[in-house]
């Protein structure tokens, strides 16, 4: 798939990023320097507690003056809407648990984001976006995968005692697919010893790479 348009959410649940928004930014290079050239918004979503994460990512959008939505500024006013008056929406409605929309919030979210490109397409087309040095950094924009499978280095590669290989993995669909996939099937992963107890051998949880 090369798609015209990719909606960029760093999701409130990621919110102990090591990497302070370089990840983030590294990214968005990434996907604008595909051959392409899709467009880019930036989707913040909004946590249980009224919070999310625009403050250390929208700097990156204003650098790269990149649209950006944030749905904490929709939806947050609504839930705290006096007795007597009329929201749109309660927290409760909007929210599956702490982290994630319920269906009627993933709705909202879609409404905030066609609102932003019908916006978007009333405005007189600007000039070209300059090239500007990074907010946070690109150290990340090169980043490519290396598993047992893909190796674009010609990379020696000693797994040591992780011989085998993880089938346990998390799944997920991918594009437009109604069956799941692994995420990382083709990796490496190292069995524990077994430990004896009482004459049996227990298995250890196995360590994976």
């Keep these: 798939m090369q798609p015209d348009l990719i909606i960029v959410e760093f999701a409130v649940n990621d919110e102990a990023d090591e990497t302070k928004g370089l990840m983030h930014e590294s990214l968005i290079q990434k996907i604008w320097s595909a051959p392409n050239e899709p467009a880019v918004v930036m989707l913040f979503s ?26 904490l500024d ?25 982290f ?46 290396l598993d047992r499978s893909v190796n674009p280095f010609d990379a020696v590669i000693d797994p040591g005692c992780f011989t085998e290989t993880d089938t346990d993995l998390q799944s997920v669909p991918f594009d437009f697919e109604d069956v799941n996939t692994p995420e990382f099937p083709h990796n490496w992963k190292k069995r524990g010893r077994q430990a004896v107890h009482d004459g049996h051998h227990l298995p250890q949880h196995p360590a994976r790479f």
Excluded at 61 to 69: D, N, Y
Excluded at 85 to 98: G, K, L, P, W
Excluded at 106 to 129: F, N, S, T, V
Aim: net charge positive.
């Design 46 to 71: 909004v946590f249980a507690n009224d919070w999310n994460l625009k403050d250390r990512l929208a700097p990156i959008g204003w650098r790269h003056e990149l649209p950006m939505v944030n749905v």
């Design 74 to 98: 929709a939806v947050s006013p609504q839930f705290r809407v006096g007795v007597g008056e009329r929201s749109v929406i309660t927290r409760r409605q909007y929210f599956y648990d702490v």
């Design 100 to 145: 994630h929309p319920s269906n009627s919030g993933h709705r909202i979210m879609r409404d905030c984001l066609m609102y932003m490109l019908d916006r978007l397409d009333k405005q007189q087309e600007g000039p070209a976006p300059k090239e500007l040095a990074p907010y946070y950094g690109f150290d990340f924009a090169e980043t490519k995968l």
